[in-house]
């Protein structure tokens, strides 16, 4: 049997593949290469070799698959709906059931344990905030660790989970805090409860709330990712509705079978009430703002304008930040997998950021922020858009 799994990639989605390679010229990783193994096409053909007793899972096999970003932009591109993203992250969940290592299993902690733990997650990141104090982010670089990236951690950590805002009359968004972006990321929660609360909801955080899972999804580390779906099931349970303000927690929360349908991103939400008129829509200020759409964003939840229509409502002009639209390359672990692939993207990212020619940068994934703070100088201005508009707001 090729698959050990309960839940391998099932053959009638492989099936669905006719090979036509319309995804080929979206995929980064086929573009950096033009290896046809490194493409969508060359990935389903592997895994489908594999379903038919073909091919083993082996070190080879295992590349092929741990080489792809998981961008989906060959989902977005593909004629026959194929489900790439459910079909790589099944292959991976195999991948690390059939080749267990101390590195899978040091991952598996990271992953899981380490994010999806308040203490450890707050305590790693004291550690952080006192590097970046000490000016050792380059060296933190060196060890692979991506902390030239990070805002400044603040010093006590911050934490929106367990609030609760406005009035209890008001209809309730749930906000989603995360797990990376609850300490490191708080300026983004506090515009998120700040416009929520001027478009006329109350904001709760349950408290009982944990990591997405997407992380450990996409490592192939299935069984913790239903853990963390389970327990923010139970957090969420009386929840209307869901705000999530990380497009890569949003797609992966989006694909919930118990959360997705109550799922939104803060910029769909946003632009709702800006086009309702709970929001309003602030003067022109003649700056622009460069957008950049993260691969979850757009591919995960087909979400394009949203961000635009937030971004232009507080008064900025609105510019495409890569028209390319390649990923750029942050792809969760994948920089610390494939740091020479991952540069390369993001260099790519910013030499196109840097050709537009505009300071100001709006992404709506703390995953892509890092990314481009990592490859742009420090006079480049990068938030979230919901920031964005929360700072007009302020300055109305
Ligand atoms: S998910 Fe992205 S990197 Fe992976 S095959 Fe599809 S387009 Fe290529
Ligand atoms: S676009 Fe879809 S059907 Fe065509 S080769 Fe790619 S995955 Fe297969």
Redesign the pocket.
């Known amino acids: 049997m090729s698959w050990v799994t309960e839940h391998p990639p099932a053959r009638v989605d492989l099936d669905a593949c006719v090979t036509c390679g319309l995804?080929l010229p979206?995929?980064?990783?086929?573009r950096l290469t033009g290896d046809e193994t490194a493409?969508?096409r060359g990935?389903l053909a592997a895994i489908s070799a594999v379903d038919a007793g073909v091919l083993g899972i082996d070190e080879r096999f295992s590349d092929v698959i741990g080489f792809?970003?998981?961008?989906?932009?060959?989902?977005t591109a593909c004629p026959s709906l194929v489900p790439?993203?459910d079909i790589?992250e099944r292959a991976t969940a195999e991948v690390v059931a059939q080749m267990p290592s101390t590195v899978s299993r040091v991952r598996r902690f990271a992953a899981t344990t380490g994010v999806g733990t308040p203490w450890i997650m707050r305590g790693g990141s004291i550690l952080l905030g006192i590097a970046q104090r000490l000016r050792l982010a380059g060296a933190l670089e060196r060890l692979g660790i991506p902390a030239s990236g990070l805002r400044r951690i603040p010093i006590p950590l911050p934490t929106a989970r367990g609030g609760s805002w406005g009035a209890s009359d008001a209809p309730t968004a749930m906000l989603f805090v995360g797990c990376v972006a609850d300490v490191w990321f708080a300026e983004i929660h506090q515009a998120t409860i700040e416009v929520l609360l001027a478009a006329g909801y109350r904001v709760e955080s349950p408290k009982a709330q944990t990591c997405c899972g997407a992380l450990a999804a996409h490592d192939g580390l299935t069984d913790n990712a239903e853990r963390m779906s389970a327990a923010n099931s139970s957090a969420f349970a009386s929840a209307d509705l869901i705000v999530v303000n990380v497009a890569g927690c949003g797609s992966h929360l989006k694909a919930d079978p118990e959360l997705g349908s109550r799922v939104r991103d803060i910029t769909e939400v946003v632009a709702d009430a800006i086009s309702d008129g709970r929001l309003e829509t602030l003067p022109a200020n003649g700056t622009s703002v460069a957008i950049q759409d993260p691969c979850h964003l757009e591919h995960g939840q087909g979400i394009v304008d949203a961000p635009r229509a937030v971004v232009a409502a507080a008064g900025y002009e609105v510019v495409d930040a890569d028209r390319d639209g390649l990923?750029c390359g942050a792809a969760g672990t994948y920089l610390i997998d494939y740091p020479e692939t991952s540069t390369e993207l993001g260099e790519r990212k910013a030499a196109a950021v840097r050709a537009g020619g505009t300071k100001i940068v709006a992404s709506a994934n703390v995953g892509c922020e890092m990314q481009l703070r990592r490859f742009l100088d420090d006079s480049y201005d990068i938030a979230h858009p919901v920031e964005f508009y929360a700072r007009a707001r302020r300055g109305k």
């Open positions: 995804c979206v995929c980064p990783t086929f493409s969508p990935r792809c970003l998981q961008c989906r932009a060959c989902e790439f993203g790589i990923c």
